[in-house]
T-cell receptor
Framework: DQQVKQNSPSLSVQEGRISILNCDYT??????FLWYKKYPAEGPTFLIS?????DKNEDGRFTVFLNKSAKHLSLHIVPSQPGDSAVYFC?????????FGKGTRLHILP | NAGVTQTPKFQVLKTGQSMTLQCAQD?????MSWYRQDPGMGLRLIHY???????DQGEVPNGYNVSRSTTEDFPLRLLSAAPSQTSVYFC?????????????FGPGTRLTVT
């Protein structure tokens, strides 16, 4: 049973606009949430994270929002740039395990 | 700093063969983990370790063994390879305590079992 769900396999966004990637989770014991970015033939790289006691964390163009009551988080990228085209993974930490979602492929259109 | 290194980069095995995927890190991280990535399945946790001498199972541990005799190394053993183990394997490391639990990933090992 999937504990971390990314229900959109892909997303296309115009360059310069906002990209919003969504993630849902089922385990209320998760205490930390992370976003990773992955290019083909490379390992994932860490983007941004948020503790379960916060509802927002911002780092440059990237902002993560957490809605604990809905068990939902989202990653906002503003403005979107061509180099943002990649697969984005949502991950959640609980009980010493870090569980990943299936990923969303983001295409930034010129 | 080399970060997280994985060897080999590519490997082809026949069904029933055994092999060890190597993973090493030079960041003095306590926490290390192995994931496999399959099309449409994301990254699935195989095994993880919170420190030398301590390992535990992840989401998909069957068919794999691990050990952690040093802080730096965390090898993954396939005891009897099966075609279902064809995948890309990633090793990762991080500090075990203290946020943000950011994991550093290796470049991956692409394994094909025929």
């Amino acid at each position: 049973d999937q504990q971390v769900k990314q229900n959109s396999p892909s997303l296309s966004v115009q360059e310069g606009r906002i990209s919003i990637l969504n993630c849902d989770y089922t385990n209320s014991m998760f205490d930390y949430f992370l976003w990773y970015k992955k290019y083909p033939a490379e390992g994932p790289t860490f983007l941004i994270s948020i503790s379960s006691i916060k509802d927002k964390n911002e780092d440059g163009r990237f902002t993560v929002f957490l809605n604990k009551s809905a068990k939902h988080l989202s990653l906002h990228i503003v403005p979107s740039q061509p180099g943002d085209s990649a697969v984005y993974f949502c991950a959640a930490r609980g009980d010493d395990k870090i569980i990943f979602g299936k990923g969303t492929r983001l295409h930034i259109l010129p | 700093n080399a970060g997280v290194t994985q060897t080999p980069k590519f490997q082809v095995l026949k069904t029933g063969q055994s092999m060890t995927l190597q993973c090493a890190q030079d960041m003095n991280h306590e926490y290390m983990s192995w994931y496999r990535q399959d099309p449409g399945m994301g990254l699935r946790l195989i095994h993880y370790s919170v420190g030398a001498g301590i390992t535990d199972q992840g989401e998909v541990p069957n068919g794999y063994n691990v050990s952690r005799s040093t802080t730096e190394d965390f090898p993954l053993r396939l005891l009897s390879a099966a075609p279902s183990q064809t995948s890309v394997y990633f090793c990762a490391s991080s500090y075990a305590t203290g946020t943000p639990y950011e994991q550093y990933f290796g470049p991956g090992t692409r394994l094909t079992v025929t």
